[in-house]
């Protein structure tokens, strides 16, 4: 039975690990983070795709174990890096956290083993900075895989064994152990002739996402001066039963993929002097949507919005999950606070963000819904004299203002 060490025990790492060890391999999930830790070895299951009661039976079973003791790497057979590959703040790749996962690998692996990535970053990631940067300080011969991760928040429909695998390699004699690896938990798997193959693939299924978010934010703008609804247009745009997938507009983008990847694929673009500017106007169309927001509350109002007390509906960046990275919210908080705004936020799902607690809704004098849960009702912000719907959820209702 293979033993498989797994780098990274965030959302994609933690929903590898666990579903690997339900298919009966001894997995072992290495985080640097004791605290995470802990929780994981108590059965306390961090993200909301890995209930308590899975955690708990792969533990039970012993087939995975989390752990901070690197040395473990050794007894490993495969090893996947599954860490985050952020923006830095002037908005581009930060691969820190991937070197980390490297150096770990050459401080304590001592055998050659399998090493595969998991984390999206751009082509040549796995030719130039793993394999390169462990090859130019090991003579231990590796082998070595991307395999783009598809996970998906939230997502009860797809999951790590239905949703097809792309696999790439850089030596082809590695492909066929690299596909019996992942046939284990994975029903369907698309083999790539190179590595660079399938890191393109993944930045380009998330910049189509992008650019269609933004066409659609976009056009809202315009059809609003018409006096129309963006919503009514999509809805009628949507009949054509081909050539046709329905966007809709909102308050921006958010998590690691849809505002992240695709400046992985601008930055490589540049560098060879191929400048992806629909993507860059894409990313600035909906970057731009907290502030467009915000000026069209103010038009309806007649006023600016100092010293109004705003609520902000939603700051997780999907609805129904409690993850906020890169959730527009963030951008109507700080541009709400310049404008001399009092700000509150309310999400049941997420217990704390910005190093504050969700407030109830009462009456506040402005409520924005950025991203609208399941149990959002209309009745709960009764109170409150003006509403602006950035989803669409409530579309139709002639006391909330939508885009």
Known sequence: MKTVGVIGQ????????????????????????????????????????????????????????????????EKCDVIIIAVPTPLNPNRVPDLNYLYNAVDIILKNVQSSKLIINESTSFPGTLRTEIAGRIESKSKIKHR????????????????????????????????EEVKNFYSIFSDHIFNCT???????????????????????????????????????????????????MKFKPGAGVGGHCIPVDPLYLTYKADEVGISQDLIKSADKVNRGMPSYILDLICQDLGEDLADKKILLIGVSYKPNISDTRESPANDFLSLLESRGSKVFWHDRLVPIWNNSKSTEIFDQDIAIIITAHEYLDKNLFKNIKYIFDCTGKFVGDKNIKCL
């Open 10 to 73: 965030g959302y994609v790492g933690l929903t590898l690990a666990v579903t690997i060890a339900e298919s009966n391999l001894k997995v072992f999930g290495f985080d640097i983070d004791q605290q995470v830790l802990n929780c994981l070895s108590a059965g306390e299951s961090h993200i909301e795709d890995i209930s308590n009661e899975r955690l708990l039976r792969v533990l039970k079973t012993k087939n995975y174990s989390p752990t901070g003791n690197f040395l473990l790497l």
């Open 144 to 175: 070595y895989a991307v395999a783009t991760e598809r996970i998906d928040p939230g997502n009860t429909e797809w999951n790590i064994r239905n949703t097809p695998r792309v696999l790439g390699v850089l030596d082809l004699d590695s492909l």
């Open 194 to 244: 190179s590595a660079e193959v399938a890191e393109f693939s993944k930045l380009i299924e998330n910049s189509f996402r992008l650019i269609n978010i933004a066409l659609v934010n976009d056009l809202s703008k315009v059809i609003r001066k018409f006096g129309l609804s963006i919503y009514e247009v999509l809805d009628a745009a949507a009949t054509k039963p081909y050539g046709f």
